[in-house]
């Protein structure tokens, strides 16, 4: 029997993972992970000034080893069988690339240089220059170009260009045009790699870049020029409509065939945000939301366009044509901050350990080593356990703003806290009120879509944490007072890039039928349990309560400094 496979490379914060899947039932025949090398020794970031960027270098290294050691787990002469490959990236995550299509960190000038380098999508150097975008997108000649937006956030495409143009004349000057990671892994493989005429998908355009059919493309020059005339210059070089995800792009390159140890007739479908890809292997559709749970959260739904017609959303959610399902418009909410509370939680707890530990004479160094390493890998699980047994104390909220709110109502000035903190409380108690902040955050966006008449009928996790915490699973479904239930993909986001490329090499028709049969259902479903939603409802409004409050307060400092 021949084997058909494809292939789903999703290109996380940290890593890049492959999978190989057949393509008449979705089964994985093989995987990988791989890390960024530089980005593990965070090089070119700086935290204290929320900078992130990326080398272009990480990404095809990584990518190269990964494809080959999914290769290998997937059998003898596996890279004869590929008959696609589907792509997603994070986002917006953008570069400087010259005319030939090339990021500027791949010149032997700006090798070394940060600005010349992919902008991670938390980069938030670009704080000021939404702010500037906001004013003059929001109302321009009685255009609103945020409708479909809400506030323009500095994580996002025009902001971080703005930004990079500001901070380095060298490469604004260098800079022919700027493309997300999502459109040049495509393009890179088929080799159109032309500013003006490369592949540019419709999730980036529409969610980040704010393309829209009612704005004929993107904001109008006019509008661009007013921010800065070079907005109106990186928008000239923009000029091709973005595709779906499902388009065919091209065939792979000789070269990169022979790189990956692929045959030369490999499809080359199109791409999308990591999340998205997510929401497609997850098995999306109308009514369902899918919510992506790992260092933060994108919550996702689809509908058809003429059904969202007159309804204000621009507070709860994102709106883009053809972002997630191709033929409908796709809404994406999101959390700043998730799995990064706890992440934050536990540094925290181990600054003693690292510090303490590693200055000590009792061990030598290869014991100190291990102790820290063991004590990291273990901390949360034992903090968990604690947390699993105690009654939350009610008297105690946290805000999960420590990277700002995204959605609802966008705010990138806010910042978490803590209310009723007392000398009895201990490490299980905070833990527990962080995880708290992560679900009630989750609450407020599902209910943001619920109260503008969005019907939900089913709720699907994907992500590590819905896998490997059923406490926070099941504190989410006491929660939102919804079933939750999780996927059974370990690696959801490559999957839905599989089935891309599984509708771009002509198995299926669309990626409806893709889903019917590449997806492979549900490990848990965690069903709410009625006696916590009077408890739950009690907590969640003292989080709205305290939230007003800390907001009011950020408000006032901001205007102090004004």
Not at 302 to 312: A, C, F, P, S, T
Not at 389 to 399: A, E, M
Not at 412 to 418: F, I, N, Q, Y
Not at 473 to 502: E, F, H, T, W
Request: with cysteine; net charge negative; proline share 4%.
């Amino acid at each position: 029997m021949e084997k058909n496979y494809v292939m789903g490379i999703d290109f996380g914060s940290d890593s890049v993972r492959a999978v190989i899947v057949d393509v008449k039932d979705g089964r994985t025949v093989g995987s990988a992970t791989c890390e960024y090398e530089r980005w593990m020794k965070q090089m070119y970031c700086d935290a204290s000034k929320n900078m992130f960027r990326q080398h272009p270098l990480d990404y095809l290294e990584a990518f190269g080893k990964c494809v080959k050691g999914a290769l290998d787990a997937a059998g003898e002469n596996a890279g004869e069988y590929v008959r696609g490959i589907g792509v997603d990236t994070t986002g917006s995550t953008p570069c400087p690339v010259d005319k030939n299509g090339t990021p500027l960190a791949l010149l032997p000038e700006f090798s070394e240089n940060p600005n010349a380098m992919f902008y991670l999508w938390k980069d938030h150097t670009a704080i000021e220059e939404a702010k500037e975008i906001n004013k003059i997108f929001s109302d321009f000649n009685g255009e609103d170009y945020l409708r479909f937006q809400g506030t323009y956030a500095s994580e996002w495409w025009w902001a971080k260009i703005l930004h990079g143009s500001r901070a380095d004349e060298r490469v604004k000057e260098a800079a022919y045009s700027w493309v997300e990671h999502c459109d040049w892994i495509p393009a890179l493989l088929t080799g159109n790699t032309n500013p003006d005429s490369m592949y540019r998908c419709s999730c980036a355009a529409g969610h980040k870049a704010l393309w829209h059919s009612d704005f004929g493309g993107l904001p109008s020059r006019e509008c661009l020029e007013k921010v800065d005339p070079y907005l109106a210059m990186i928008a000239r070089h923009y000029a091709k409509a973005p595709q779906v995800a499902t388009t065919k792009v091209g065939i792979i390159t000789k070269e990169w065939a022979q790189r990956l140890g692929l045959n030369e007739n490999v499809v080359i479908g199109g791409s999308s945000l990591d999340a998205h890809a997510g929401a497609v292997g997850a098995g999306i559709k109308p009514k369902v939301l899918v919510k992506v749970i790992g260092t933060s959260t994108v919550d996702m739904l689809v509908q058809k366009r003429e059904n969202l017609r007159g309804r204000d959303l621009h507070d709860s959610c994102g709106q883009a044509e053809d972002s997630i399902l191709p033929g409908y418009v796709g809404m994406e909410a999101s959390q700043a901050a998730f799995g990064d509370l706890c992440s934050w939680f536990r540094t925290i707890l181990m600054w003693p350990v690292r510090n303490i530990i590693g200055e000590s004479d009792l061990l030598t160094d290869v014991q100190k080593e291990k102790l820290i390493q063991m004590t990291k890998e273990k901390m949360l699980d034992r903090i968990t356990e604690e947390a699993e047994k105690i009654d939350y104390d009610p008297n105690l909220t946290v805000l999960d703003w420590f990277n700002g709110r995204r959605y609802p109502m966008i705010n990138e000035t806010v910042k978490g806290g803590m209310y009723g903190l007392t000398l009895g409380t201990n490490a299980p108690e905070l833990f527990k009120g962080i995880l708290f902040a992560a679900v009630f955050g989750s609450r407020r966006i599902f209910d943001s879509f619920v109260s503008r008449g969005i019907e939900i009928d089913e709720i699907i996790t994907v992500g590590g944490i819905s896998q490997k915490s059923p406490l926070i699973m099941q504190m989410l479904a006491d929660a939102m007072k919804r079933p939750i239930k999780v996927s059974n993909l370990p690696q959801a986001c490559a999957q839905g890039a599989a089935m891309y490329a599984a509708v771009a090499a002509g198995f299926y028709d669309d990626l409806e039928e893709a889903q019917a049969y590449m997806n492979v259902g549900f490990r848990k479903i965690y069903m709410p349990n009625e006696s916590n939603f009077e408890k739950y409802d009690r907590l969640y409004k003292q989080y709205l309560r305290v939230g007003r409050h800390f907001e009011e307060i950020q408000t006032e400092r901001n205007q102090e400094r004004m």
